[in-house]
């Protein structure tokens, strides 16, 4: 085409007083430059309609060999990333691919989770390991959508049951004073943020001790007052008595 359309500004300057030369030929090579172009557009077509097939075959074999379990799922994660560079200009490749993964890292947390969950439940983890291991499984995740808010629920859930636990061995804990109960309640609720379920329920339990111990000042005061004034009376009553 380019050899072409050399050859035919070369005659349109050569016979450029003959009548409509130019305009013959110009017609002539946009004619061919419009015929490349689009021949050019059709190959790309084919090219890309080609690498489409390619890829449906790949990814159709990936996501059967993941079925059959052939694949974990970081293999399977790490093939779909392979898949996604090589195909990286065919269209809809990445945002396909990216979801079939944000897809297996959300199976893949409620699978972790659940294990976890069974190993606290049986008695193979004790708190503490279950709670460390939440926080890990929550820096694993971190980029899945809606998997901090989840772990962090099922942590916090956990958390609130321990240490209801320790408040209550603490009001039991007979060598502490009333007053020293008090304090590490409310130690306990400043370990939640103001407002929070939790907190609140901390703070009830301390507000609720403070409480019992006005209560028995009040009923010790009054035994007090009652003691006094029956000794009183009964020195009133022992003076009357001589006096008679």
Do not use: C
């Not at 240490?163 to 370990?191: F, H, M, P, R, W």
């Not at 009040?218 to 001589?242: F, S, V």
């Amino acid at each position: 085409t380019a050899s072409y359309v050399k050859q035919a500004k070369t005659l349109g300057n050569k016979y450029k007083s003959v009548t409509n030369a130019q305009n013959v030929v110009a017609a002539k090579i946009q004619k061919a430059t419009t015929t490349q172009a689009l021949k050019a557009q059709r190959e790309r077509h084919a090219k890309q309609i080609a690498l489409q097939k390619q890829f449906n075959n790949k990814y159709a074999n990936l996501n059967n060999k993941y079925a059959s379990n052939d694949l974990s799922s970081k293999q399977y994660i790490s093939k779909l990333n392979d898949l996604k560079k090589t195909y990286k200009n065919v269209t809809n490749v990445t945002s396909k691919i990216d979801a079939k993964i944000a897809a297996t890292k959300k199976s893949m947390l409620t699978d972790d989770m659940s294990k976890l969950s069974m190993l606290y439940s049986d008695g193979d983890l004790t708190t503490k390991q279950y709670l460390k291991k939440l926080e890990s499984l929550k820096k694993t995740y971190k980029d899945v959508k809606g998997a901090v808010v989840k772990i962090d629920k099922e942590y916090n859930k956990v958390r609130f049951e321990e240490d209801k636990q320790t408040a209550e061995k603490i009001l039991a804990n007979g060598k502490l004073t009333a007053d020293q109960q008090v304090k590490k309640i409310i130690a306990l609720s400043k370990e939640y943020k103001k407002g929070t379920e939790q907190r609140i329920y901390f703070e009830q339990q301390a507000a609720e001790k403070k409480k019992a111990i006005y209560d028995g000042l009040i009923a010790l005061n009054d035994e007090y007052t009652a003691k006094i004034q029956e000794a009183n009376q009964k020195l009133i009553d022992g003076e009357k008595a001589l006096n008679e």
